[in-house]
């Protein structure tokens, strides 16, 4: 009885030491107690029973987690709620933990027993981009695309039937819910299951009242009318918790915003600096109407920090090639095949004016407005920017792309301005186009 006591006791006294070294990260203590006694490393913790390789990847010690992995630790070990070390690192930001765990092999597909979750719904639940970066690199891998999918794991559903990015929604990460929607997050997901109404993205940004996430979700084409469970838009879940913001730019009454058209081939195989300066000119379009509504619900306007970015673009601009339809934006997005180039403005309205309808099939994209021929590609255009003699010699007149061989007479040119859109979408005054003829 009491050799047995004192086995109890030297197993506590191991614990006392165990833990903390594992908390800190003190490598030497803890492989010299491994070296004296392996058995240590399946020792756990009080009633969470966490293992050395949960708290080594909870506290961010990368040493101490290689040497743990080197010894063939199980690395999905699970604690008392079936959470995994890797999803411990997620939780609390240790990027380089997990990093370190998937490598090592540990499965990005496992769920908690708490809500059933996955490791990505942790990374959007407490922000941690780097990690949800990670975690969605991985699922790029063969084991995942094999046995789930990429789409399927990036909308996979807890158990209330929230995605990852109804929690980024919800608790106020427009950076996660970038990264969630740029990977084929679906932005109308319903919480509901079986056909039953529930709570999108939507629903969640407006509850939270976050008007990053509430602009970024309607410019990815979240629906404003779109019902929750208790029959409620988003613009009533704002109003109930009085985020007054959110709820005027989710008014149905107000103006409508512009959408990113993700259902143009040539968008979805836009390279990344072409791509961010569309977003650019999307948030820059939105802005203005935001600032009208915000302005008639008598609201001072939302801080973006865009205005010293603006000074600067329009100083830079008229050093350059200003765009033949706007004759007011430089020039920075070539088409091909044809190579005629605009401004980002004047492309995305391009884009966003005639695009593809899902229900059909076999309708044909937008054209360059200058040719009339199909737009295969859109690429950062190369500037070339006005040598200053050519500014004095003619100071009042805009410079045209060397590539553009339209009229301002012309059929193609007629048909751009009498759209009307390009005008009002870029925040612009689309008459400048006539005062120009005349």
């Not at 306007?301 to 601009?317: Q, R, V, Y």
């Not at 737009?375 to 010699?393: F, G, H, P, R, W």
């Not at 007479?409 to 390009?422: D, H, P, R, T």
Request: hydrophobic share 35%; net charge neutral; aromatic share 4%.
């Amino acid at each position: 009885m009491g050799q047995r006591l004192s086995c109890v006791q030297q197993q506590h006294e191991e614990h006392g030491v165990l833990f903390p070294a594992l908390a800190s990260g003190e490598l030497e203590v803890v492989e010299a107690m491994v070296e004296e006694d392996p058995t240590v490393l399946e020792h756990t913790t009080g009633c969470d029973r966490l293992s050395p390789l949960h708290v080594a990847a909870a506290n961010g010690r990368i040493e101490v987690l290689s040497m743990l992995l080197d010894r063939s630790f199980n690395v999905d070990v699970l604690n008392r709620h079936k959470q995994t070390p890797l999803m411990l690192a997620v939780m609390h930001g240790k990027t380089g933990c997990v990093e370190k765990l998937i490598h090592a092999g540990a499965s990005i597909l496992m769920f908690d027993s708490i809500r059933r979750r996955t490791c990505l719904h942790y990374a959007a639940y407490y922000g941690n981009i780097d990690c949800l970066k990670v975690i969605l690199s991985a699922a790029h891998s063969t084991p995942v695309a094999d046995s789930w999918g990429f789409a399927r794991f990036v909308n996979i559903r807890d158990g209330n039937g929230a995605t990852p990015l109804h929690l980024a929604a919800r608790h106020r990460w427009p950076e996660c819910l970038h990264a969630l929607l740029d990977n084929g997050a679906l932005v109308c997901a319903s919480t509901g299951g079986y056909g039953y109404p529930g709570s999108t993205p939507l629903h969640m940004a407006a509850r939270g009242g976050s008007l990053d996430c509430v602009r970024m979700l309607l410019a990815w084409g979240a629906d404003r009318l779109q019902l929750d469970s208790s029959g409620k838009i988003p613009f009533s879940v704002a109003l109930k918790h009085k985020h007054k913001a959110c709820a005027a730019l989710l008014d149905p009454s107000s103006a409508a915003p512009l959408v990113w058209p993700s259902p143009l081939k040539f968008i979805s195989e836009l390279n990344q600096e072409a791509k961010a300066l569309l977003e650019k000119a999307l948030q820059e379009a939105n802005r203005e109407r935001e600032k009208t509504i915000l302005k008639e619900t008598d609201m001072p306007p939302s801080p973006l920090n865009s205005e010293s970015e603006d000074d600067n673009i329009a100083s830079e601009a008229s050093d350059m090639e200003l765009c033949c339809i706007c004759f007011d934006q430089a020039c920075t997005i070539e088409v091909r095949p044809c190579g005629h180039q605009m401004c980002a403005h004047c492309t995305l309205a391009l884009c966003c004016h005639k695009k593809l309808d899902p229900a059909t099939t076999g309708l044909s994209g937008p054209v360059c407005p200058f040719c009339r021929g199909s737009i295969l590609q859109l690429l950062v255009a190369k500037i070339n920017k006005i040598s200053d003699t050519e500014v004095e010699s003619s100071p009042m007149k805009p410079r045209r792309s060397r590539k553009s061989n339209f009229s301002e007479g012309s059929s193609s040119f007629k048909s751009l301005s009498a759209m009307g859109s390009f005008g009002r979408i870029a925040g612009r005054n689309s008459g400048k186009i006539t005062d120009e003829k005349q």
